[in-house]
C-alpha cells in the first residue's frame, strides 16, 4: 500500500490564463473625446512645432526651411520679451485677486445654511453672461469720459481714473472682471466640502479648535487635491487668455497688456509670420508643461 501511494505521481494543475475582458462599452464613449483631443490638441500643436522650422507660407506651404532661426528671432526680439514680462505679471495678478477668490466663496457658504441654494445660484449667475459681452460692457464702464466708474468715484472724490488708458491700471483693470467669474470654480470647492466629514469638524469643534484652527486643520487639507488640479487648469487658462486684453485694450496702452497669446495672434493673422508665431505657441507649451510638471512633484512631495 505504502509503495503504491509512493509511487503515484503528484498530479499538476494546469494554470489557467484569466481571460481579458475588454471593456469595449467604456472604449465606445471615450473614444469621440480622445479623437477630439487628438484632433484639436496634439495635432495643431505638432503642426505649430512643424512650421517653426519653416519662413512658413500659406500659399507655398511649407516654404523655405530656416532650422532654428524663428527661434534666434524670438531670443533677440524686445516685442517677445515684453510679452513674455506681461503674460507673467498677469499670472501673479489673477493668482492674486481671482484664484483664492472661489475658495473663500466656497468654505463661506458651505457655513451658511440659510438660502445657500439661492446664494449658489446668484454666484453662478455670472458665468451665464457670454464673454465678449461682459468685456464690452466692462469696457464700457471703465470708460474715462462717460464710465459708471468715474461717475460713481466722483461723489467720494475720487478720480477720474484712466484705467484701461492707463499703462500703471490697465493691468489690474483687465484682470477686476474675473473676481465676478468665479462662480463655476466656487461650486467645485463647494462640492469638495461637502465630502468632508461633519463628524471630524464635530470633533474639532468639541477640542475647542476655533475656526481658523479648523481651516488649517481638517479643511485646508482636505481641498489639497482639488486646489492642485485647480491651480493647473489656472495656469493652462492664465497663459493662453486672449480675449479680455483683445477686446478691451488690443493690447495697449503702449504695448503694457500685449501677452504671448496676443503676440501668436498678432504675428499669424496680420503679420502672416506663421512660423515666428509656431515657435512663440512651441514656447508657450514648454513653460506650461514645465510650471504644470513641477506643481505636480511638489503636489506628489507633499
Not at 484652527?213 to 493662453?240: A, D, E, H, T
Request: with cysteine; net charge positive.
Amino acid at each position: 500500500m505504502k509503495a503504491a501511494i509512493e509511487g503515484r505521481k503528484p498530479q499538476v494543475q494546469a494554470r489557467v490564463r484569466p481571460r481579458i475582458k475588454i471593456p469595449w462599452t467604456a472604449i465606445a464613449f471615450v473614444s469621440p473625446a480622445i479623437v477630439c483631443f487628438l484632433l484639436f490638441k496634439y495635432y495643431p500643436l505638432l503642426q505649430a512645432v512643424y512650421m517653426s522650422f519653416f519662413d512658413y507660407k500659406v500659399i507655398n506651404p511649407p516654404g523655405k526651411f530656416v532650422w532654428l532661426d524663428n527661434y534666434k528671432y524670438l531670443i533677440h526680439s524686445t516685442e517677445f520679451w515684453n510679452a513674455f514680462r506681461n503674460t507673467f505679471a498677469f499670472f501673479f495678478i489673477y493668482f492674486i485677486l481671482t484664484f483664492w477668490v472661489p475658495i473663500v466663496q466656497a468654505v463661506l457658504l458651505n457655513e451658511i445654511k440659510f438660502a445657500s441654494k439661492t446664494l449658489r445660484s446668484l454666484y453662478l449667475l455670472p458665468t451665464a453672461v457670454p464673454a465678449v459681452a461682459g468685456y464690452l460692457l466692462w469696457k464700457w464702464l471703465y470708460n474715462p469720459d462717460y464710465g459708471l466708474l468715474n461717475y460713481l468715484l466722483h461723489f467720494i472724490g475720487l478720480g477720474p481714473y484712466g484705467w484701461l488708458n492707463d499703462p500703471s491700471m490697465a493691468k489690474w483693470s483687465i484682470v477686476l472682471p474675473g473676481v465676478f467669474a468665479t462662480g463655476m470654480g466656487m461650486l467645485i470647492y463647494y462640492s469638495a466640502l461637502q465630502g468632508i466629514p461633519s463628524e471630524n469638524i464635530e470633533a474639532a469643534k468639541i477640542d475647542g479648535a476655533g475656526p481658523w484652527r479648523r481651516m488649517r486643520s481638517i479643511v485646508f487639507p482636505s481641498l489639497k487635491f482639488v486646489i492642485g488640479i485647480q491651480f493647473i487648469s489656472f495656469i493652462c487658462g492664465v497663459f493662453l487668455t486672449f480675449d479680455p486684453m483683445y477686446i478691451m485694450t488690443g493690447g495697449g496702452p503702449a504695448s503694457s497688456t500685449k501677452t504671448l497669446s496676443m503676440l501668436v495672434f498678432n504675428s499669424s493673422f496680420k503679420e502672416f509670420r506663421f512660423g515666428v508665431a509656431g515657435s512663440i505657441s512651441f514656447v508657450m507649451f514648454v513653460i506650461i508643461a514645465v510650471i504644470t510638471y513641477l506643481q505636480i512633484k511638489l503636489s506628489n512631495k507633499d
